[in-house]
């Protein structure tokens, strides 16, 4: 005995075994068989949900500086391989594209008042003279940024002179800093208190990154601007 489907029955029939068919191709291949069948069954075309940028700001911090704050990021050299950078307000001051980076102590000197950069300048802190760093940074005017990055070696030619006026721009690590020790720092001519912004990765042969070299170093942060010095 058999039994037979015609008319209608047989148009709907046909209709949910091409559907089954086409679903199971799909989950058999890897496509999305939900989306196919719906989009056969009513026309509907579904675009992919592009996942949202994460949103960039100054210098790539995480989140936007406050008003009347300097956004910034100081990063050390990696080794003697790769230049320190320093970033003030989405602007490169101190880079290897720049062409302006040196071994041992790299500097950059912001206006504290107006954000604006006054110099940079690069310290051989191995085979050159650390007169040239003293006289860079004796007459500092009060209020004056101070950004430093380390590259290769910082301290080997730091003398007690060097160390103490930068613990008096805000350092804690410049009267330990030792050969080829990472460090980055932002500190500022006048400060009543040790700087926030420092960090310094020791040279040890037991937990370098690199051989003969600690990693490099990565700060970044907002720094309030000074009000207008009274005249």
Known sequence: MCICVTGPLRGVAVLLLVGLTWFLASTIFGGDGG?????????ASEEPTAEPRPRRYKCGLSAPCPPKHLAFRVVSGAANVIGPKICLEDKM???????????????ALVNGVTGELLETQA???WAGDVSDLLKFLRPLHEGTLVFVASFDDAATKMN???RRLFEELGSTAAKELAFRDSWVFVGAK?????SPFEQRMKNS???NKYEGW???LEMDGCIPLRPPLES
């Open 214 to 216: 600690p990693e490099s």
């Open 190 to 194: 006048g400060i009543e208190d040790k």
């Open 160 to 162: 007690d002179e060097a």
């Open 123 to 125: 310290f051989d802190m």
């Open 93 to 107: 001051l101190v880079s290897s594209l720049k062409d302006n980076v040196g071994r041992g102590i790299n500097v």
């Open 205 to 207: 042969k037991g937990s």
């Open 35 to 43: 989306s196919s069948i719906r989009h056969f069954f009513t026309g």
